[in-house]
């Protein structure tokens, strides 16, 4: 079986996988002070809860936008998995044509994100990923990955709002009745809600007049639930987009041992 696992900024995504079928998920906090045997121990009671042992782990990959654990990380499943875990970077086969000016500088869970995709839903496709960030990905019909672009997720945004502000209180983010507001609560609610909403649309409705053709619209992250039904553009959601990219590129790399016990 294959282990997974997509770093972010808030969250750690991981699951595992037998062959295309994932057996068990989980999600855990980012924690950048913890040190190898924390997580760990952490990782060894997710799987002991589930009843599954960690020996039947044969490969590890991960994606991170958290460099500062990665050497942790890496640790903890040489310590624990007793493997070294393939991070998605330079030198590894994805199968993903990025067409960016420097292709170094493209996020690996944005690599996976293509990857999965193309392979699930074929091309030209549109992927967005609502988490700490909103990120677009654009993806052709031979499976290249044209670009796309990059905003302050929902959550990010409205906490930069009450936090520089000195009046404006924090609220939970949940659709409001109406567009207008009648409270400083209703406000702030309908400003992030139908204000995200309506720029997704747009977006994509941008990005598909520069493609000149139709694209299906392909939404993941821990935001997505949100902003989906109102956006009216998101054909399928998928949450776990990033982890099946990540098996996908493993097992493109797998007969050439990039992950060794």
């Given amino acids: 079986?294959?282990?997974?696992?997509?770093?972010?900024?808030?969250?750690?995504?991981?699951a595992l996988f037998d062959g295309n079928e994932m057996?068990?998920?989980?999600?855990?906090?980012?924690?950048?002070?913890?040190?190898?045997?924390?997580?760990?121990?952490?990782?060894?009671?997710?799987?002991?809860?589930?009843?599954?042992?960690?020996?039947?782990?044969?490969?590890?990959?991960?994606?991170?936008?958290?460099?500062?654990?990665?050497?942790?990380?890496?640790?903890?499943c040489q310590n624990y998995f007793g493997?070294?875990?393939?991070?998605?970077?330079?030198?590894?086969?994805?199968?993903?044509?990025?067409r960016y000016e420097n292709p170094r500088e493209l996020g690996s869970d944005r690599i996976a994100n293509a990857a999965a995709a193309f392979a699930e839903y074929g091309g030209p496709c549109i992927f967005i990923d609502f988490g700490t960030a909103t990120t677009f990905g654009v993806v052709d019909e031979t499976g290249a990955f044209l670009g796309?672009?990059?905003f302050p997720g929902i959550k990010l945004a409205s906490e930069a709002l009450t936090n520089?502000?000195?009046?404006?209180?924090?609220f939970a983010?949940?659709?409001?009745?109406?567009?207008?507001?009648?409270?400083?609560?209703?406000?702030?609610?309908s400003g992030m809600y139908y204000g995200y909403a309506g720029m997704v649309r747009n977006i994509v409705h941008q990005i598909k007049q520069e493609l000149g053709r139709e694209a299906k619209v392909i939404a993941t992250g821990g935001m997505a639930l949100i902003i989906a039904d109102?956006?009216?553009v998101i054909d399928k959601l998928d949450g776990l987009l990033t982890l099946k990219?990540?098996?996908?590129?493993?097992?493109?790399?797998?007969?050439e041992g990039t992950c060794v016990k």
């Avoid at 045997?37 to 991170?64: Q, T, W």
């Avoid at 520089?164 to 924090?170: D, N, Q, S, V």
């Avoid at 109406?178 to 609560?185: A, D, H, K, N, Q």
Wanted: one cysteine or more; glycine letters at 8%; aromatic letters at 8%.
């Fill in 1 to 14: 079986m294959i282990l997974t696992l997509d770093i972010g900024n808030t969250n750690i995504k991981t």
């Fill in 23 to 76: 057996i068990k998920y989980w999600r855990v906090s980012t924690n950048k002070i913890y040190s190898s045997d924390e997580y760990g121990i952490l990782f060894m009671n997710l799987f002991r809860h589930e009843n599954v042992d960690p020996k039947v782990v044969e490969g590890i990959c991960i994606s991170s936008v958290v460099p500062t654990i990665n050497f942790t990380i890496e640790h903890m």
């Fill in 83 to 98: 493997m070294t875990p393939m991070f998605i970077g330079p030198g590894v086969k994805t199968g993903v044509n990025i």
């Fill in 148 to 150: 796309g672009l990059i």
């Fill in 164 to 170: 520089g502000t000195a009046k404006l209180p924090r």
């Fill in 173 to 189: 983010l949940e659709k409001p009745d109406t567009v207008i507001g009648r409270t400083t609560l209703t406000n702030l609610q």
């Fill in 230 to 232: 109102e956006s009216k």
């Fill in 245 to 255: 990219g990540l098996r996908l590129i493993y097992e493109r790399n797998n007969q």
